[in-house]
């Protein structure tokens, strides 16, 4: 107990995007908070940065408009007080229809608003196990550390599934050869937001061949390898067909190339990373090629035939819990009511979706040491989606999500053929029932 504010106290364990969300949830409402973060003492195979809510794998919270779930979910934590989606707005850079951030600046904003907070004591220390006494909310994070993981396991009850992620190159502005490469975003949406290297028919099928013939970086013999459909490294989608790249990540529809008038075969399009330009992410690039190969292979598109490459790509082991058996929709362990869990851990996928997660475990921690009783957000909502996924989803088959609308309850009522009205419709629906539940919550905490 803190003899000042004479709340009981709140653990949080992992200072990535749910930990610090859930913090500065819990502190908001007048509750101290210890969160815990490994970093600098100790970094994960990822990690390179001692800032808080490190972005890993891209520097994009995907899209912007209503038409995309994601899209919904940043508005509903927007209108929710979210600490992720202040600072993202603050940091954002130029990105067409998406939400991108310089990732070095977001990090740091988040990092200064945690670390002068008055009720958030930041310790910079590893957890091995999970603390004792009052609510502690796991945020370790898909990169949770061996020791911590084992102790997650004991109070869980289950054995961990996993996944591999895959890291995206980042290239070097200045070694982009701009006489090939040029500025669009698909269809125009959003501005020139894009750097695009065209692929001929040939050079394309000779780099889908080299991709298929290159050497990777081998599973350790006591690890699965199995990867997240959403996040599918590049060499291991051309193995499934020549023209699946054409047809994916590098699919040219939209971006007709200046030079000619026409859309070349195939496209590589790469994201400005920061807010001086100097870098730019390899858009659906994620490898697990060996870092030899993938400077070999990638300056045969062209514009990169002298790339400099600030990050090569990489794999790295993603842990998460059986959430629909361990977790009530409170994000509560159901054997342990003390325990939260938060962020990727639970089976959400994608940076939104963590720090929606951390959102929500907050909240909950605080509902629950005030004795209080709030509902979950509605299943017509973009949080209750995520909620809905994991606490509902077969347990048996149950594997990481985006936040989709085909998680969404259907419309009532008159019936939309065409798709973009229907999503526009599901959105509507869901911020008016965000914002009600949400003034719900503040009027019961005005009450107290």
Request: aromatic share 8%; hydrophobic share 40%.
């Amino acid at each position: 107990m803190n003899p000042q504010t004479e709340k009981p106290q709140i653990l949080v364990v992992g200072g990535g995007l749910a930990g610090c969300e859930a913090a500065w949830q819990v502190a908001q409402e007048g509750f101290p908070v210890v969160l815990h973060e490994m970093k600098p003492g100790r970094f994960s195979p990822a990690h390179d940065s001692e800032n808080l809510a490190e972005l890993v794998c891209s520097n994009s919270f995907r899209g912007m408009g209503m038409n995309n779930a994601v899209g919904c979910l940043k508005e509903e934590l927007r209108r929710c007080g979210s600490l992720f989606m202040q600072a993202a707005d603050a940091c954002q850079v130029p990105a067409g229809g998406s939400l991108a951030v310089d990732r070095n600046a977001f990090s740091a904003w988040i990092t200064e608003k945690i670390a002068t907070h008055p009720l958030i004591e930041l310790r910079r220390e590893e957890i091995t196990e999970i603390p004792d006494g009052g609510a502690v909310i796991v945020a370790s994070g898909p990169l949770t550390s061996e020791a911590l993981g084992m102790a997650i396991c004991r109070a869980t009850g289950e054995e961990h599934l996993y996944f591999y992620d895959a890291i995206a190159p980042i290239v070097e502005a200045d070694s982009i050869d701009y006489e090939v490469a040029w500025w669009a975003s698909r269809y125009d949406k959003g501005g020139k937001d894009y750097l695009n290297c065209p692929l001929s028919k040939e050079e394309y099928m000779r780099f889908v061949d080299e991709l298929c013939r290159a050497e990777k970086v081998p599973f350790r013999d006591f690890e699965k390898g199995i990867h997240f459909e959403g996040c599918m490294p590049i060499e291991v989608l051309a193995e499934r067909g020549e023209m699946t790249l054409a047809f994916g990540p590098m699919k040219p529809v939209g971006l007709p190339d200046p030079r000619t008038g026409k859309e070349a075969f195939a496209v590589l399009q790469l994201r400005q990373e920061n807010l001086s330009k100097s870098l730019f992410n390899m858009v659906g690039f994620q490898t697990k090629l060996t870092y030899p190969e993938q400077r070999r292979i990638f300056r045969t598109i062209p514009g990169l035939g002298n790339a400099r490459f600030a990050r090569l790509g990489s794999m790295h082991r993603n842990t998460f819990i059986n959430a629909p058996r361990c977790l009530l929709p409170t994000l509560q362990l159901k054997s342990n009511l003390r325990l939260f869990f938060a962020g990727q851990i639970t089976g959400v996928e994608g940076y939104v979706e963590s720090a929606a997660c951390g959102f929500l475990a907050g909240i909950f921690a605080v509902a629950f040491l005030a004795q209080k009783e709030i509902p979950p957000p509605p299943a017509t909502t973009a949080l209750g989606a995520l909620v809905s996924h994991l606490t509902g989803a077969d347990a048996e088959n149950f594997q990481p999500m985006n936040v989709n609308y085909g998680l969404f309850p259907p419309l009532e009522g008159k019936r939309l053929r065409k798709r973009a009205d229907r999503r526009l419709a599901l959105a509507e629906r869901a911020l008016k029932d965000v914002t009600a539940w949400w003034e719900k919550i503040e009027e019961q905490r005005r009450k107290t």
